[in-house]
């Protein structure tokens, strides 16, 4: 008699702009969602400042569309499919739609800076598997976020280096905050062993509403992980 097929769930994967998320999400080999995508339109009204700045705080949960990224979840752990927007940094805006498949796949990861922010939300609609933010040195973070947006033309050159001094000086902060709102601080080797117990039906270890673990569960969840085998 075959198991029953397990729900899809999602693994919310947070942390600082240029901590690694996406690089770390492509080498698990997971279906993605890009949160990023759910971003906010340059000339929307609701947008926030930086303080003291004319500058459009792309670092404020208020410049993203929270519901709308949400909903998106919930529709790929429902039916396996969902259709999501196409974003350009570049330009602030939405430049298209495409659709997003996970298929039967039982896990996929959802990444960005704001996926702290809805670890409450998906956890109470039940799709949440564990919610992670990957840490490192500020120093590194910032040169990996700064040749990454010179790169891939993300915004002018002088905008990317207030906001990088801005979110170096900020980045224990940043991680403070993600894991007071239920995203366990981590590295990427511990990151890529949550998500391979995940993925393979094990528990992570449950977090309290502060990320802390509940030791409880933890011995479990290593002995799962032990069975797999674990943004740059």
């Given amino acids: 008699m075959s198991s029953p097929t397990l729900p899809t769930r999602v693994v919310l994967l947070a942390g600082p702009s240029g901590s690694g998320k996406s690089s770390l999400a492509a080498r698990t080999g997971l279906p993605v969602l890009r949160l990023d995508d759910f971003y906010k339109e340059g000339d929307d009204p609701t947008l ?3 303080p003291g700045s004319a500058d459009i705080d792309w670092d404020s949960v208020r410049s993203w569309d929270a519901d709308a990224a949400v909903a998106a979840i919930v529709e790929l752990c429902r039916t396996g499919r969902t259709t999501v927007p196409v974003y350009s ?42 919610a992670l933010c990957l840490r490192g040195r500020p120093s590194t973070t910032f040169r990996r976020r700064l040749a990454r947006d010179l790169r891939e ?47 393979a039906g094990g528990l992570a270890p449950r977090l309290t509403p502060r990320g802390e673990r509940d030791t409880g569960r933890a011995a479990e969840s290593t002995s799962a992980a032990g069975r797999t085998g674990n943004p740059t």
């Fill in 153 to 199: 033309g993300r915004k002018s050159v002088p905008f990317l280096l207030r906001r990088g001094w801005r979110l170096m000086r900020a980045e224990r902060a940043i991680v403070g905050r993600q894991a007071a709102l239920g995203a366990h601080p981590c590295d990427k080797r511990e990151a890529l062993g949550r998500i391979a117990a995940s993925a």
């Fill in 89 to 130: 940094i570049a330009t602030s805006s939405r430049v298209d739609a495409e659709a997003l498949d996970v298929g039967r796949a039982p896990l996929f990861l959802a990444e960005g800076i704001f996926a702290a922010d809805i670890v409450a939300r998906c956890r109470e609609l039940g799709v949440m598997a564990d």
């Fill in 48 to 50: 926030p400042l930086v």
